[in-house]
């Protein structure tokens, strides 16, 4: 957020004391740096600084919105009345669609006795500012919607973009990206502006999907637009530059098919390469693949011929690891194999097969969770039959891995003296972002936020209003024991429970202007009673995606004292997250009971809802994918970290001594994804 300009010879103290105190109630703090910096400004400037900061600090922590649940004095309300009371109010608001809801006079609650730590919102200067979007385009992974909408916005803000842009993006979906925004920013711009980013086929069809707003991850198909004869030039210029793109364009034959339709290629002189390419896959011609002949060495028993095709592509002789262990009786060879190139292999594919081999017979569970790519979150089980390799080759393997990371990580500048927390340990690394929720702190699906000591109360919460027709969007919590076996749960049909401290705060099935509802979980009552995980699901009952949903958002609160406060406190908001998959099911965290901790899902359940949408009849897919995502086995930041120390940097005790801080809040927080995307991976 920029600071104005407008200079004041004297500071109006009250004025900066009133935006602090009023910004409290959000969970913020202003820095003394930064209210150095307001004592200099006047009152107009100091007012628009107030009115933009607490406009972004409402809408990040959910308090842009109003709050009314079916019963105002929750959660004391609910859990004293009757049961008759409870079930008349249900069926009058169920039989006027949504309509009629009780009418409660809200009673004086006492202020909020729970003592909360605030966040200081520093000032940042010029630099700092440019890096967030250097780091962002210099990423190893997929991006977030939030980071491709600020690189979108700062592409359209920033003036001369060119200086700001790396020599290398490392990660493809990037490039289509960045290609995009360049494009659209930039009237005269030439295939020699962006040449050097695009290095194959594929590539140019991530810009092409990039440039008619599609799926840049490809799993999607997309409905290309029509282009300009500039930008078909431009295309087919990149095209015709990438090597061997017979066999790129045949991974995707028929979307290419469509985009020669687009293209025209016949209408202009040259491009040779690139009217072949086209002939071929419109008429079946015959094009050898490499994937074509590792497969055919592999089934023909040929393994030496396959390790030395696949020793030409790094990166999939990698992947294709573990496979070619099991159906090898020459073990030895494919570890040297994959020795010889191991340099050449990115470093997050030699983090992820690190993790992999160091952990690979230890996962004793039967089932394993995947995240297929694309932009929405759905997790998809399978039953895991992998069977043992070797201890011996696995520890060779991770050996290898760590070697050439270690090398990777020495070559770049010396970190100096520095602090790690161990409770980065709970924080996985960012492999991919790219259907991850817009929410108030970014974290990596399977971290765990651990509860603050003082906390009694977990509550969650959810507010949406409808889409093109009546919205009816539920919230429920279901427990679980440690063995994963279903004890109870809270939701619409079972508003408190009588064998622990857990109730909700009533169903609303229509939001025109809005709507809300609320589950509190007494923690030590829920353990007493036998409970491990409690699972937060959203669930859209009248079906509509929450993509189709004109606001929905999800988060929970962390109570000591739930009777007191508002029932909505923005300053005990820890995680607050936009729902914005195509999904109708949707899980956003896991509360672990018994380590006092909050796993971070943000998944979409790809099973199709049973005839009665509601929690008790999606029992079996939330369970196979929770259960999968608490033993899920990523490298973690602390892991990632300490490789780097160990390559260049010397760790050290104190924070006061350290060059670097990676801690939970000063110094690289493990929420600066971009950061670690960039600079650490």
Not at 205 to 233: H, P, V, W, Y
Request: glycine fraction near 4%.
């Amino acid at each position: 957020m920029l600071i104005e300009s407008g200079h004041s010879p004297e500071p109006n103290l009250p004025y900066i004391a009133t935006i602090i105190k009023n910004i409290e109630n959000l969970g913020y703090t202003l820095s003394p740096e930064l209210i150095a910096v307001l004592k200099t400004k006047d009152n107009e400037s100091l007012e628009r600084f107030y009115l933009n900061l607490v406009t972004v600090l409402k809408k990040l922590v959910g308090d842009n919105v109003s709050y009314r649940p079916v019963y105002p004095n929750f959660p004391e309300q609910v859990m004293n009345a009757s049961e008759a009371e409870l079930l008349i109010n249900a069926i009058v608001h169920y039989w006027s669609y949504g309509s009629l809801l009780p009418q409660y006079e809200k009673l004086e609650r006492l202020p909020l006795l729970d003592k909360k730590k605030v966040n200081a919102i520093d000032i940042g200067n010029d630099e700092e500012f440019k890096a967030i979007f250097i780091n962002l385009m210099s990423a190893k992974t997929s991006l977030s919607q939030t980071d491709k909408d600020d690189l979108e916005w700062f592409f359209k803000n920033c003036g001369d973009y060119k200086k700001y842009l790396p020599a290398e993006i490392p990660h493809k979906e990037n490039v289509s990206l960045i290609g995009k925004l360049i494009i659209e920013n930039s009237p005269l711009v030439s295939a020699n502006d962006v040449r050097l980013y695009f290095k194959t086929a594929t590539d140019v069809l991530r810009l092409i999907t990039a440039m008619s707003n599609g799926d840049i991850s490809l799993a999607q198909n997309c409905k290309f637009r029509s282009f300009k004869r500039r930008e078909r030039r431009l295309l087919l210029d990149l095209l015709e530059d990438c090597r061997i793109i017979e066999e790129d364009m045949l991974r995707y034959k028929n979307r290419w098919i469509r985009v020669g339709e687009r293209l025209h290629p016949s209408e202009y002189n040259g491009y040779e390469a690139s009217k072949e390419a086209f002939g071929k896959l419109r008429n079946n011609g015959k094009i050898e693949t490499f994937g074509g002949k590792v497969v055919k060495s592999i089934n023909s028993g040929q393994y030496v011929e396959a390790l030395m095709l696949l020793k030409n592509r790094p990166g999939e002789l990698a992947r294709k690891l573990d496979y070619l262990l099991r159906i090898t009786d020459d073990e030895p060879s494919v570890i040297k194999a994959f020795e010889d190139v191991a340099n050449n292999v990115s470093t997050p594919v030699l983090l992820q097969v690190r993790e992999h081999f160091k952990k690979r017979n230890h996962n004793k569970s039967d089932i394993r969770i995947f995240f297929p790519k694309g932009n929405a979150a759905k997790a998809q089980c399978i039953k895991n039959k992998l069977p043992d390799v070797s201890e011996k080759y696995c520890a060779d393997i991770a050996c290898i891995c760590e070697s050439a990371l270690i090398e990777a990580y020495r070559q770049r500048k010396s970190m100096g003296k520095v602090y790690l927390n161990e409770d980065y340990k709970n924080y996985l690394v960012p492999f991919s972002q790219r259907s991850a929720s817009k929410s108030l702190k970014t974290i990596t699906r399977g971290s765990k936020i651990p509860l603050a000591p003082n906390v009694k109360t977990v509550r969650s919460f959810i507010w949406w209003k409808n889409g093109e027709s009546r919205t009816d969007i539920d919230l429920s919590a279901v427990m679980y024991d440690s063995e994963w076996q279903y004890k109870e749960h809270i939701s619409y049909t079972n508003l408190r429970s009588a064998k622990y401290k857990a109730c909700h705060s009533g169903d609303i099935v229509n939001a025109p202007v809005g709507a809300s509802e609320f589950i509190d979980i007494d923690i030590e009552s829920a353990v007493n009673y036998g409970a491990r995980y409690i699972v937060m699901s959203v669930l859209s009952f009248t079906r509509q995606p929450f993509s189709d949903l004109p606001e929905c958002f999800v988060g929970w609160m962390e109570r000591e004292n739930p009777g007191s406060g508002e029932i909505f406190e923005p300053k005990t908001v820890r995680i607050k997250s936009d729902l914005t998959s195509k999904t109708q099911i949707c899980v956003p965290v896991i509360v672990d009971l018994v380590k006092r901790a909050v796993i971070w899902c943000d998944i979409g359940v790809t099973r199709n809802p049973d005839w009665h949408n509601n929690i008790e009849g999606n029992q079996t897919g939330i369970v196979l994918s929770c259960r999968a995502l608490t033993e899920l086995i990523k490298p973690d930041l602390y892991d990632l970290i300490s490789l780097h120390i160990k390559a260049r940097g010397i760790q050290c005790d104190e924070k006061e001594n350290a060059d670097i801080i990676f801690d939970l809040n000063e110094g690289i927080t493990p929420f600066d994804t971009e950061i670690f995307m960039a600079e650490y991976m």
